[in-house]
T-cell receptor
Framework: AQSVSQHNHHVILSEAASLELGCNYSYGGTVNLFWYVQYPGQHLQLLLKYFSGDPLVKGIKGFEAEFIKSKFSFNLRKPSVQWSDTAEYFCAVNPNAGNNRKLIWGLGTSLAVNP | DTGVSQDPRHKITKRGQNVTFRCDPISEHNRLYWYRQTLGQGPEFLTYFQNEAQLEKSRLLSDRFSAERPKGSFSTLEIQRTEQGDSAMYLC????????????FGPGTRLLVL
């Protein structure tokens, strides 16, 4: 079955630390990849997305993600986190690129950044 | 605000009652999705529409659940004879096809069944 795995369920960092959240998917075809963020009490917001082209994509608030096709991965990174990055982060995959129907979601990673 | 809106934001009901939620997508978006999210989990797909046609329903969607999008704009999700296990956040998202497209989410409706 198609699935999305986020390796870290809970991450605690201090401000200015570097962040990397793992995301792997199990689909061999063409995919569209997304990272969404959910700040406390707010709705899901798109952080960044990959459809094609440069596998290193940059999103809002200094986040970036790298698509590595050979590893079926789309890890999220930020060189220096801030307290305001405390949120839930979700990786999502559309395994039917060009025919977006439903997204397959990871379970999410809860990030807490200590000031 | 031209984003996805949902109403109500919170609903508390007693077991056995019927509830209905509404979603208004971004105005030019032709696809509309319903998801359910429980604590500590990612969203789970329930169903989606392209214009007024309901194109797919998840196996998670029991007979007690029904969704409509009669005019291809807003959508309603009704749950009949609610059960405590229905307690969750119900999310709506919309997108525009064809082309490279992204789903944009509303704030959700939090349902608590007592």
């Amino acid at each position: 079955a198609q699935s999305v795995s986020q390796h870290n369920h809970h991450v605690i960092l201090s401000e200015a630390a570097s962040l990397e959240l793992g995301c792997n998917y199990s689909y061999g075809g063409t995919v569209n990849l997304f990272w969404y963020v959910q700040y406390p009490g707010q709705h899901l917001q798109l952080l960044l997305k990959y459809f094609s082209g440069d596998p290193l994509v940059k999103g809002i608030k200094g986040f970036e993600a790298e698509f590595i096709k050979s590893k079926f991965s789309f890890n999220l990174r930020k060189p220096s986190v801030q307290w305001s990055d405390t949120a839930e982060y979700f990786c999502a995959v559309n395994p039917n690129a060009g025919n977006n129907r439903k997204l397959i979601w990871g379970l999410g990673t809860s990030l807490a950044v200590n000031p | 605000d031209t984003g996805v809106s949902q109403d109500p934001r919170h609903k508390i009901t007693k077991r056995g009652q019927n509830v209905t939620f509404r979603c208004d997508p971004i105005s030019e978006h032709n696809r509309l999705y319903w998801y359910r999210q429980t604590l500590g989990q990612g969203p789970e797909f329930l169903t989606y529409f392209q214009n007024e046609a309901q194109l797919e329903k998840s196996r998670l969607l029991s007979d007690r659940f029904s969704a409509e999008r009669p005019k291809g704009s807003f959508s309603t999700l009704e749950i009949q004879r609610t059960e405590q296990g229905d307690s969750a956040m119900y999310l709506c998202a919309s997108s525009l096809v064809p082309g490279v497209e992204t789903q944009y989410f509303g704030p959700g409706t939090r349902l608590l069944v007592l």
